[in-house]
Structures are given as C-alpha cells and as structure tokens.
C-alpha cells in the first residue's frame, strides 16, 4: 500500500516517485516478457512431447505392477483361508 492517501488512514502508506512507479511496470512488463520467451522457447523443442508419452508409458506400467502384486496378494489370501 504506498501512497494513496485514502488508504493511508487505516495502513500506513509511503508516497513514491514516478522513478518508483516506471520501476514497478518495467519489473512487471519483464516478468511478463521473460516468461513468454521461456514458454516460445520450450513450445520449439520436438521432444516435449516424446517425454509426455514416456511418462505416460512409465505410469501405465506402474499401474501394471500394482494391479499384478494385488492379484497375487488376493490369491495368496484365498490359499491361507
């Protein structure tokens, strides 16, 4: 909260410049900037999406893993009954 003065009643604020405020929308504007360049940059690369697909890979194999030590599990508990 910087220097409105409605405000300033309840918080307390600080005036600033203009430098100040020339300084809060270049922080703003580059942020925005870098971040539109690191996404132009990652969207470029081939293998983005080779990667998805080998997570994908990796999960449903995982899933199978999972799925074959409950089956086992169920029929070592069908034996011991």
């Given amino acids: ?17 203009l430098a100040m ?3 809060a929308i270049g922080c703003a504007f580059g942020s925005l900037a870098v971040g539109f360049i690191w996404k132009l940059i990652l969207s470029t690369y081939p293998d983005e999406h080779k990667d998805l697909e080998d997570q994908k890979n990796y999960m449903r194999y995982l899933n199978q893993k999972i799925e074959s030590l409950k089956d086992r599990l169920k029929t070592r508990n069908d034996f011991t009954r």
Wanted: charged share 0%.
């Fill in 21 to 23: 405020h020339l300084t």
């Fill in 1 to 17: 909260m910087t220097g409105y003065p409605a405000i300033g009643v309840v918080f307390g604020t600080t005036p600033i410049s």
